[in-house]
């Protein structure tokens, strides 16, 4: 997804600008091997071991960050000085909090016999975020007949590490820890180089009997049945370095923290609120409505609410920030159930649309955003992430979004609120987007630390040619023109809608060129589907990959292409069993373990989806759909991974992990809405007042889908889809008493 992990991942980043092979698997612990727990809330999350603990094991990802700093390196918990016995650790359903159940091991006295014998007291830990605080509630219970006393110690450090740190890159310079230390508590602040401070505050209830730089220990004596706990938050904060004297412990950073009940009450309250207008999904398949649900809780998990409304940030534990492509995608998969993310994401990246050339930057005037940092080392210049626009497909997605959420909402006010930043959005690519004047938008880095590849697939060695050899740019690749193509009908219908006629009629002719000189330049017959891309010399890449899919998404393929592209990406070369792989077998470069060369997307296999339904392939489409179900019921929690290695599907086996594979993970949550919406052909014109099932098929792991609270204007709806062998029936189980839309399901074939 982003290439700059491939690097960070390589031992001697320092001074490279390219790393030898992208997204290494051995240089950091496998999420396979150890999995870990994660919570967010805003612009802070954490990564945690099945303990609930932090930094057991070093150079891992594990933490407490805010703002693309770890604020909290270590916290260990420890009974008796040895570590408790896992019994069971899981994330709520709702992705509130994480409950980890213990229990004491042995402990020996010096004579050799037991003082406390195994599983007396039981621990349970629970842990939760909100607004930039982690609290955390051990309680205590001793389920021995006779009377137990003993030390619970907590082992903690913050070593203000930007998250470029934690992902392997080195500095030569960092800044300064102070410790403060008090009865209540412990404060840590790091005065950067940046000229910030990052203050890390602990406060604990009761106050520990011994507390010193590191280490806080508490004793307690529990009569047989008798519960008691511990309380413990961590708050972080930002301060300029001006005003950033370390306070006193008892003054809090920004407000001080909640009860814990309170606290909790309001992070249930505040995940309910984000939750509060998407459909939900339930269906006669338990593990169906499992997925969902978690599919649901994932995703507003990772929304994070802004002045401009909401946003999902790419994912946990590397992508927990703003990226314009991510958010775009996540927003159109979602659309149907949700609007209101499409409304957010549109406004917030208008508003950090680049409106001059800055090169470091990859910055073009109307160029949409990639990503967004504020950590030390992007403000500092040692990254150029801080507003950064290294993405070649996120303009055009940005004016396709736009006009797919007003053909969704009809919200005509939004759209003209946002047509200087559309319009800006359509100049890029006619002129920065397309420099040499082919019709095509091409890309190139403008510096050597600058994505090299700005597509999805941005791995150095992601596009190539059929023998192998890497394309050299400016590179036009295959799914950009397609999104432009989409982007110019969408421009056009948005501008008739403001009564812009001309500029109406110019854009609906721009895509009719565009459509009719793409198929001209990327079909290739020999290999029955579009070159991945065009290099420099605009020789075609005649390599099979699933970005020709995304024709089909963005609907610029030739009706007569679209069945030759469905057999070419179902095949078995390219479908494993468990969803279509980024690159077809017999590729030179096919790699299953590479991260994009050979592994399976679920989001991208969501948008050849919802391609292929467009096209009629609704069969394609369920097929893809029961597939990537399918790998939702081999993880745990149903979750479904960033990405899987692209090996053949076998029986009695499930799909291959990627070891560093990013989870929960905002456009893999979002797949589940697409494919479902791509199999049932749900269209929602709001100019139509219309709920439309076009062709609808369900795949055979469904027999009954209910869509509840299904909204188009002022109309909601319960749906109820139900298939019997190949036939399916749709029945409105409710019908609120303001809804005038029609709801009806049309069969062309």
Known sequence: MHEQIAASRQPEIAGRSEPSSDHALDAHPSLVERPLRTLKSGDTFAVLDSHGDIGITPDTSEGLFCNDTRHLSR?????EDKRPLLLGSVIQDD??????????????????????????????RTKFLWNAVCYERVGLRNFDRVPHEFTLSLSFGADFRDLFEVRGMKRARRGETETQIASEGVRFAYRGLDDRVRRTVLRFKPNPYELRNGLASFRFRLEPGERTSLLLTVACDLVEASRGDILPIGTAPGAPPLEFAKAYQNARRGLRALTANVSKIKSSNALFTDLMSRSTSDLYTLVTRGDDGLYPYAGIPWFSTMFGRDGIITAMMLLWADPAVARGVLLHLARAQAVSSDPVADAQPGKILHERRSGEMANLGEVPFGFYYGSVDATPLFVMLAGQYFDRTGDLATIQRLWKNIEAALLWCDTYGDRDGDGFIEYFRETENGLANQGWKDSHDSISHADGSLARGPIALVEVQAYAYAAKRAGAVMARAQGFDLRADELTQQALVLRERFDRAFWCEEIGSYALALDGDKRPC?????????????????????????????????????GIRTLNTGEVRYNPMSYHNGSVWPHDNALIAIGLGAYGFKLEASRLFEAIFNVATHQEQQRLPELFCGFLRKSRRGPTAYPVACSPQAWAAAAPFAMLSACLGLELPAAANEVKLVDPVLPSFLDDVIIHELTLGDSQFDLRVHRHQSDITLNVLKRWDESNARVTMIKTR
Not at 101 to 113: K, M, Q, T, V
């Open 95 to 124: 992705n509130t909090a994480l409950t980890v159940d213990l229990a004491n091991p042995e402990i020996i006295r010096s004579d050799g016999s037991t003082a406390i014998p195994r599983d007396a007291i039981a621990i349970e």
């Open 542 to 578: 005649r390599v099979r990959s699933s970005n020709a899919g995304h024709a089909l998404f963005g609907g610029i393929a030739y009706p007569e292409r679209a069945e030759r592209i469905a057999r070419t990406l179902m095949n078995e070369g390219s479908f494993s069993g468990w």
């Open 75 to 79: 916290l260990e918990l420890f009974f």
